[in-house]
């Protein structure tokens, strides 16, 4: 059989998560993976549902729908999800980011987030191996983690219970019907559906070039390092505020070391269920390159080893890294191609893919089944970036 309802291409977590929503909806999904699942940037991450670091608007309006549906998932697909809710701090070393910090925080507690900025010494309290000349930081009880590596296997075994045909190959081209899309894959076969999600991540622009459409997503590599499991350091997972006013000052950006701006340095720190810390990250325009660099991870780790001076007595077990799907705006690329009747993206989300996947998963179901959405979908849209 090579007839479905929907083809959905492309094994992370967010081709997962679409899947899965298609499948209880009680439509027919194949999924197409070319390599293996998660191989992309789903394997290869950080764990937060991070919310203070989103500008009020659709991503923060997803996010908040987003955990409210990773909250039922564990139950719904059997498995521990390890979603916890330790809440986050920006930690602020600078006067200038103290300003930044202090307008978005206003911004995001007037759309409703439940934010606020610490003194040091409310800092300290929270973080006791901080280093005892930081700013300030903000504090968001909301902010969350939880476990890509579990989300995924749920979503997979559960989805193979309910149908799920997964085809382990490469597409060589992409034919539009009258009544559908057929594709052509390496093996020779043939399957065909109504509707295609590309769900391919920082591949996605290699297969709108097969349907004649340009998709502005590239890779942005993120490299991280693995501590030994060791005792908590402190009550919430943390970030550096640099991190976030690159995103939402990038002025400020340029007084920045040249080493630094390359590699796009912006500390994160979280503790897995295990007692291991994750420790990232680089954010950097390196093409399909995940190798991992010593000049990137000595930083990442040098900035952790500034902020917890604990860090210089811990081993690093493990590094990695994973390509990012950067969209160029920031934003994830989410509903049907205009003109493509059928055709449906999901992908672009960067640093956010793990935080928007189920609810990624169930909007493209919704609109796919001809459901209204809730959220100003068309903001998504590819249409937005024709000037
Ligand atoms: C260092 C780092 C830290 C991060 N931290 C966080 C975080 O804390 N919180 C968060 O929410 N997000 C985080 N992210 C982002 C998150 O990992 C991504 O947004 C998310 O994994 C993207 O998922 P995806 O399914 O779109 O892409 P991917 O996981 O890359 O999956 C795309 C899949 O498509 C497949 N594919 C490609 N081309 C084809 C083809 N032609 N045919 C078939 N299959 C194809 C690939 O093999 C791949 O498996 C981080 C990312 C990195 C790199």
Not at 301 to 308: D, H, Q, R, V
Not at 357 to 385: C, S
Request: glycine fraction near 10%.
């Amino acid at each position: 059989m090579n007839k479905f309802d929907v083809i959905v291409i492309g094994g992370g977590i967010i081709g997962l998560a679409t899947s899965y929503y298609l499948l209880k909806s009680g439509k027919k999904v194949a999924l197409i993976e070319k390599n293996e699942f998660g191989s992309g940037a789903s394997c290869a991450c950080d764990d937060a549902i991070f919310f203070q670091s989103k500008k009020p608007g659709i991503n923060l309006e997803l996010t908040i729908d987003s955990i409210e549906l990773y909250k039922s998932l564990s139950d719904e697909l059997g498995i521990d999800l390890e979603l916890e809710n330790k809440g986050g701090m920006v930690l602020i070393e600078k006067e200038d980011h103290l300003k930044v910090m202090e307008d978005f925080v206003k911004k995001q507690k007037k759309f409703g987030l439940k934010v606020d900025i610490l003194d040091r010494r409310d800092v300290i309290k929270k973080q006791p191996h901080i280093r005892k000349d930081i700013l300030a930081s903000t504090y968001c009880k909301e902010d969350s983690q939880v476990n890509p590596l579990r989300v995924m296997r749920g979503f997979i075994s559960k989805s193979k219970k309910m149908g799920l045909e997964i085809i382990k190959n490469n597409i060589i081209e992409i034919k539009e019907k009258k009544d559908g899309w057929k594709v052509l894959l390496e093996d020779k076969k043939t399957v065909e559906s109504e509707f295609v999600v590309n769900a391919t991540g920082a591949w996605a622009s290699e297969i709108g070039k097969m349907i004649g459409i340009d998709i502005p997503i590239v890779p942005k590599r993120g490299q991280i390092a693995i501590s030994e499991a060791i005792p908590s350091l402190g009550e919430t997972n943390a970030w550096s505020a640099q991190y976030i006013v690159t995103k939402i000052a990038p002025e400020l950006d340029r007084n920045q070391n040249e080493v630094y701006k390359r590699l796009g340095i912006g500390f994160a720190l979280s503790q897995a269920s295990t007692g291991n810390y994750i420790i990232g990250s680089t954010r950097e325009y390196v093409g399909f390159n995940k190798k991992t660099t010593y000049e990137g991870i000595q930083l990442i780790l040098k900035e952790a080893m500034a902020l917890f001076p604990i860090f210089s007595k811990v081993n690093v077990i493990r590094t990695f890294a994973g390509l990012r799907p950067a969209s160029e705006d920031g934003k994830p690329i989410v509903g049907e191609v205009e003109g493509k009747k059928g055709f449906y993206i999901a992908a672009g989300h960067e640093g956010d893919g793990i935080a928007l996947a189920p609810i990624t998963g169930k909007v493209v179901a919704d609109l796919i089944n001809g459901k209204r959405v809730r959220y100003n979908i068309e903001e998504l849209n590819l249409k937005r970036f024709k000037y």
